[in-house]
């Protein structure tokens, strides 16, 4: 008996919903005829009952790339299985092949059907795949940042959904930088090279650039709808400056009052109109996006709330906003809001406290009854103060690690609030252990000394933050990977700590040269310097220990050569050591130094060296940590010792010829509570030093020393040879210094720093007068003579916006006072970058006798700061100076800004 034309076809439809498109695939299932004997006839397919075969073999046809034996395991189906005809299974394959979005046709066919097994071929139709894509309709550096965020690589199959996501991209790109009507289009070619491949054609219409063009809050009763604005800290309103706007108003002003100009107008009516009309029509905020993004636009709104509630505005909500374009570019933001009632603090309760009493948490909380409800305000009272003072710091710092406490409100009584604090004590933490982690390079002593958390000790979070902060000081980790983990284990009342660190290049490189002067005296000048922060002496002779230094153990060496051609070259060398004998904080500090000097010319032959210039110096000083008043304090002491040779050399000094010997002994006290959030970026504290250095009184001890003055005549010093009168320099030097910074905003990227310089130069005996040397340079950039004039025994310092103006001696007392205002653009380890604003005022004096602490030459200007870890610290300034008639004649010029203003560069150090 022959059965034919016997066709079972399935049709199965998909719908696949990708970005709000419907696509509606037709995948068909067809079992071929075949031919039974009449033997076989009572296994015809009964289509009422359903059939079940035995998979005998499966294989696959169509597929050019993939592999075949993948896609049937992908299927689902497998040689043994069961399957039912009719049924599922075979549809659901289907299915669940569709769901790869690799093919744009699949089939499952019956192959041969004997007795109860069936064979079945699986047919597919790949989608073709990408060989290369254009962007088309924008600027090259524009294409350039749009590849690096698509996900379109050769080789890679082109379906719908890529297609969908690679247009959202586009979109979502453009859209970030204001086009909110960007087009996007993808069309797909067939590439004639490369079999089964398309050509990517994505064709962009940018569209014009929207911006906010006004912000409208309507129902704000309470709150003056530009402090609503301010908050919002990423949505803003475009820049404008409408005139029409202006005449208008002037012109509705007019019809209901008498004629005036239009800024007469502003001026007569109330300030809250005048605000709100200037505000509409007027925005010269140059420095603020308006573009409209909506995840910031959301975040802004919640800023909006959160700036309510601090008002006591708790129940403050958004009704609605309504977003619409009034033009092609031009976007306006309406927000409704509901202020709801004002609140306020009553009463404030505590519970669950055994070890302080109420009055002390009342003080630490410090809210009184009647302030205004504020949740920021109480929850930073009670554990969120970053400067510590809160409840939570009073309990941690005692070792109450598993202190909790939960703010309550226990009743609301018309506009007031009563509060709850119900505090869980806990046990105190005693600290078990403390690990270190990521130290590649620094021996982990150098950090565990810096520590304040010891085990053994009770647990408190001040010392936690003061051990962070001692870590970054070091100088040799990355502040913003550092990471602090304390792990509890509440069951034995102990407490794990681990430091987390990340090391970072901490080494600088000093390269600069040049070629100048004239003559012999001119030539190769420049300055090449190295400063290794993280040296090991004791390592020195370990050849496995230079990779490329030894380093690790926190030790300070610094080696600099300064060349000026011929006419002065300098050697520097010094070293320190942080922690003399391992044990306690004992610095030890060792400096040398050597200075050769020449000058030039004379009338006959200005290659001729015509005078001569050396100086050698010496120093050692320890420094310690005191205890009291607090261990930000330290102490140093040291000595030194400076030998000069003139020999014609009258370019500084008072005289030309004759040696002269410097012994000093220096005392400082100095405390250093500065934080960086960034290399030379101080973003709070306070710097203060304090610091003397003497010389023995010779002229006391010794005043008729034929040694010391071998022509002293009766204790005559005035009419003592200048080589005699300072073969021994003697003076008393004292030096204050003063820096404060003060973050102006939560992220404390701006910063306020202001700073006090006072130096004092001394003598013993008025008839020997003051001593040649220690004396002050000031102004000028503090750069082009800084290393000169410091090996010349003189205090160099700056004054922005004025050339060098004291007398070529020097001068025996300064004050200088600055103000700046800075502001961090980048704070990265690759390269610090903030710019400032700044106001000096300063002058010199010869003597105590003509001393004016109120005649001051002022300057302002403005600068910028670029740190770059190998290269150190560079800098650039505009100074304007106002007084600079006071050092001189008027500048000539008629260019105001060239007459007074002068631009400083600023190279490996920040000048005083």
Known sequence: MNLNNMLSRFYFTKMLFTHGRLMVAFLSITFFSYTYSHAQAPNLLDYAKGSEYEIENIRVEGAKYLDGKIL????????????????????????????????????????????????????????????????????????????????????????????????????????????????????????????????????????????????????????????????????????????????????????????????????NISPTRAWQYMDRHVNLNVFKSSKFKRDDYQADKDKVIEFYNSKGFRDARI?????????????????????????????????????????????????????????????????????????????????????????????????????????????????????????????????????????????????LIRSQREIVNLGYFDPAQLDVVPIPNPENGTVDIEYRVVEKPSDQLELSAGWGGQGRAGGLFGTLGVNFTNFSIKNIIDKKAWTPLPSGDGQRLSVRINSNGRSFQSYSVSFTEPWLGGKKPLSLDIAFNRLRANTFGDVLDINKITGR????????????????????????????????I???????????????TNLNAQLTLARDSRVQSAPTFNESGIYMMIQGKFTPPYTAMFPTSRYTYPSMQEKDFANLPDAERYRFVEFHKWKFEFEWYIPLIKSKKLVLKTSTLMGFLGLYNPKLGYSPFERVEFGGDGLSNLNQGTQLGRDIISMRGYDVVTPQGG?????????????????????????????????????????????????????????????????????????????GPEPAGKNVFAKYGKFRIILGREPQ
């Open 72 to 267: 049937v395991t992908l299927s689902g189906l497998a040689v043994g299985d069961k399957i039912k005809i009719p049924g599922d299974q075979i549809p659901k394959a289907i299915k669940t092949l569709w769901k790869q979005r690799l093919f744009t046709n699949i089939s499952i066919d019956a192959d041969r059907i004997e007795g109860d097994k069936i064979a079945l071929v699986i047919k597919v139709e790949e989608r073709p795949r990408v060989s290369r894509y254009s962007l088309k309709g924008i600027k090259n550096g524009e294409a350039e940042e749009l590849r690096k965020k698509l996900d379109l690589r050769t080789g890679q199959i082109f379906t719908e959904n890529l297609k969908s996501i690679t247009i959202h991209t586009c979109k979502d790109y453009y859209v970030d930088k204001g086009f909110l009507s960007a087009e996007v289009t993808v069309e797909e070619q067939t590439d004639s090279i490369l079999v089964n491949s398309v050509l990517v054609k994505i064709t962009i219409d940018k569209g014009p650039k929207v911006k906010i063009n006004h912000i409208s809050f309507y129902g704000n009763r309470e709150v003056p709808e530009s402090k609503l604005k301010a908050k919002m800290k990423e949505t803003h309103e475009r820049v404008k400056f409408d005139l029409d706007g202006l005449l208008r108003f002037k012109k509705n002003f007019e019809r209901d009052s008498v004629k005036v100009k239009w800024y007469q107008a502003i001026g």
């Open 646 to 660: 003139l020999d014609n050399y009258g370019a500084f000094f008072i005289f030309d010829n004759g040696r002269s």
């Open 319 to 463: 009704v609605r906003d309504t977003i619409y374009m009034s033009d092609k570019k031009n976007m306006e933001i309406d927000l409704y809001v509901d202020e709801g009632r004002k609140y306020y603090f009553r009463n404030i309760f505590y519970n669950g406290n055994t070890k302080y009493p109420d009055s002390l948490l009342n003080k630490i909380v410090s809210i009184k009854k009647g302030e205004v409800y504020n949740q920021k305000l109480l929850d930073e009272r009670i554990f969120m103060n970053p400067n510590g003072g809160d409840l939570s710091s009073l309990y941690m710092d005692d070792g109450y690690l598993f202190f909790s406490v939960t703010p309550l409100e226990i009743k609301v009584d018309g506009d007031s609030i009563d509060i709850e604090l119900r505090i869980n004590e806990g046990t105190q933490a005693t600290i078990r252990d403390v690990r270190i982690i990521g130290n590649t390079k620094t021996n982990e002593k150098v950090i565990r000394r810096e520590l304040r958390t010891l085990p053994g000790n009770k647990f408190s979070r001040t010392d």
């Open 613 to 644: 210039y050396f100086s050698t110096s010496l120093y050692l000083g320890i420094t310690t940590r005191l205890k009291w008043p607090d261990d930000f304090f330290t102490v140093s002491a040291g000595l030194e010792f400076q030998h000069y």
């Open 811 to 887: 001068s025996a007392i300064y004050n200088k006072y600055s103000v700046e205002l800075r502001y961090l653009f980048s704070g990265s380890q690759s390269a610090t970058i903030y710019a400032l604003l700044f106001a000096d005022a300063g002058n010199y004096w010869t003597s105590i006798r003509n001393y004016k602490p109120y005649d001051l030459a002022r300057s302002v200007g403005v600068g910028v700061r670029v740190f770059l870890p190998m290269f150190g610290l560079l800098g650039f300034d505009y100074g304007f100076g106002f007084d600079r008639n006071k050092f």
